[in-house]
C-alpha cells in the first residue's frame, strides 16, 4: 500500500508539472488561432506604402498568456518580433482581469464563475492576483514593464506625450522600435474604490474601459442584464478619467452608459474594438447613430480583426468593414483594434499586417486615408489625451 501511494504521489506530481508546463500554452493555442493560409500577396506599391506608415493598434490582450512577449511564439498572435516585422509602431496592450464562464454577446452575469482566477493559478501568477482584480492589472502592467527593460530598447512602454513622440521621432530615424501602451478592459480592478485609480495610473495604464462582459460597480455592460446607464461611482470615475488626461474607452459598455458619458463629458471618447453596425448587424456593435456621436467628440472607432464584429474576418472583409466605418464616419475618427490574443480566432497575425494595407488599396481607399486608419488617427488621439 504504501509503495502504491508513492506511486500515485508521484504521477500526481508529474500530472500537475505537465499541466503547469504545458497546458497554458494548450488553452492559449485553441484560443487565439489563426487560420491556415498561404501567404497573402502583396503588391510592391502596397508594401512601399506599408513600409512608410505609423501603424498602432488600439487593443490586443497578450499580457494575459504564460509567454514572452520578446521571443517569437508558435501561438497566439502578437509578440515583440512579429510586431517589428509587421512595422507596427504603437500596441494598446489591455488587462483582462475577468471574465464569465459561459461569456457570450448577449447576457452575462456579473456573479458567473470567473475564468481567469484558474488561468492566474495554472499560469502562476502570484498569490496576490488569485483573488484580487486590482492586483490582476498591476501584475500585467508589471510584466510589459520587464519586457520592456530587458528588450535591448526595441520595446518602451509610453505614459507621457514626450515618450510618443520620442518613439516617433526614433521611427523616422530608421530605429526598430515598438512603443508599448498599458490600458485596463474594464474598470472592475478598481474594486468600487476611486483610489484605486491612483494605483491603476501609476502602474502605467493610461486607457480606462468602463466595461467588460458583465455589468459592474460602474454601470451596465453591453453583454449584461439589461441596458443600464453609468452609477454613481461610474460618473465619479469617468470624471477623474477625463480630469486626469487618461483615454476613455467604450468598448463592451451598454448603448446607455456610451450616452451617459456622451453627455458628462467633452473629450475624444474612444471604442478600442468593434464594428460598424451597418455592415455587420450584430449586437456587439453599437448602431451606427451612436458610433456617430462618439466619433463627434474628436475620438475614433477601432475596427476588430474577428468575424464577430466584421463577418468576415479575411483581409478584405477587414477592409470592407473599415471602408464602411470611413464613410460613416468619416477618415479622421476610424482606427485599427485588432483585439488580438483576446480568445478570438482571426485570418493573420500581427506580422502580416502588410496584407491589410493591399487590402484597403484594392478597396479604394487613399494613400492619406490609409495612413489615418492604420496609424494617424491613433496618435492624434493620443497626443490630445496623453500628459
Not at 493559478?121 to 492586483?135: C, D, F, I, Y
Request: one cysteine or more; proline letters at 4%; hydrophobic letters at 40%.
Amino acid at each position: 500500500m504504501r509503495r502504491f501511494l508513492k506511486a500515485l504521489l508521484v504521477l500526481l506530481i508529474l500530472g500537475v508539472t505537465a499541466f503547469l508546463t504545458f497546458g497554458p500554452g494548450y488553452v492559449e493555442k485553441g484560443r487565439n488561432a489563426v487560420a491556415d493560409h498561404e501567404p497573402y500577396p502583396i503588391s510592391p506599391q502596397a508594401q512601399a506604402l506599408h513600409n512608410r506608415l505609423i501603424i498602432g493598434d488600439w487593443h490586443a490582450d497578450t499580457l494575459l498568456w504564460k509567454r514572452s512577449l520578446l521571443n517569437r511564439a508558435n501561438r497566439g498572435q502578437v509578440d515583440l518580433p512579429r510586431l517589428i516585422e509587421g512595422n507596427v509602431t504603437l500596441q494598446m496592450f489591455t488587462a483582462v482581469t475577468k471574465s464569465p464562464a459561459g461569456q457570450n454577446y448577449h447576457e452575462n452575469s456579473a456573479e458567473a464563475f470567473d475564468n481567469i482566477t484558474p488561468l492566474a493559478v495554472g499560469q502562476l501568477w502570484p498569490p496576490r492576483t488569485w483573488n484580487s482584480l486590482l492586483e490582476r492589472a498591476l501584475y500585467q502592467a508589471k510584466r510589459l514593464h520587464s519586457y520592456a527593460d530587458a528588450s535591448d530598447g526595441r520595446l518602451r512602454v509610453i505614459k507621457t506625450r514626450a515618450d510618443l513622440d520620442q518613439i516617433l521621432a526614433d521611427r523616422a530615424n530608421g530605429q526598430q522600435v515598438v512603443g508599448g501602451l498599458l490600458g485596463i478592459e474594464g474598470s472592475h480592478p478598481l474594486e468600487g474604490d476611486i483610489a484605486n485609480l491612483d494605483k491603476i495610473e501609476t502602474a502605467g495604464h493610461r486607457m480606462i474601459a468602463l466595461q467588460h462582459f458583465f455589468d459592474n460597480e460602474l454601470g451596465g455592460s453591453l453583454h449584461g442584464t439589461g441596458d443600464h446607464g453609468l452609477t454613481d461611482f461610474g460618473r465619479q470615475v469617468v470624471s477623474e478619467v477625463a480630469a486626469r488626461n487618461l483615454i476613455l474607452d467604450l468598448a463592451h459598455s451598454s448603448p446607455q452608459v456610451a450616452r451617459d458619458v456622451l453627455a458628462m463629458t467633452d473629450i475624444p471618447l474612444v471604442v478600442s474594438h468593434t464594428g460598424i453596425h451597418s455592415a455587420c448587424p450584430v449586437k456587439r456593435n453599437f448602431t451606427d447613430d451612436l458610433m456617430q456621436a462618439i466619433a463627434a467628440t474628436g475620438g475614433v472607432i477601432a475596427i476588430g480583426y474577428w468575424a464577430d464584429v466584421t463577418c468576415d474576418d479575411s483581409p478584405a472583409g477587414i477592409a470592407a468593414t473599415i471602408k464602411a466605418a470611413v464613410e460613416l464616419l468619416g477618415d479622421d475618427h476610424v482606427s485599427l483594434g485588432s483585439d488580438f490574443d483576446g480568445s478570438v480566432p482571426t485570418s493573420f497575425d500581427t506580422s502580416e499586417l502588410a496584407a491589410l494595407t493591399q487590402a484597403l488599396l484594392d478597396a479604394g481607399l487613399s494613400d492619406e486615408q490609409i495612413g489615418k486608419v492604420m496609424g494617424g488617427n491613433m496618435v492624434r488621439v493620443l497626443r490630445e489625451r496623453l500628459p
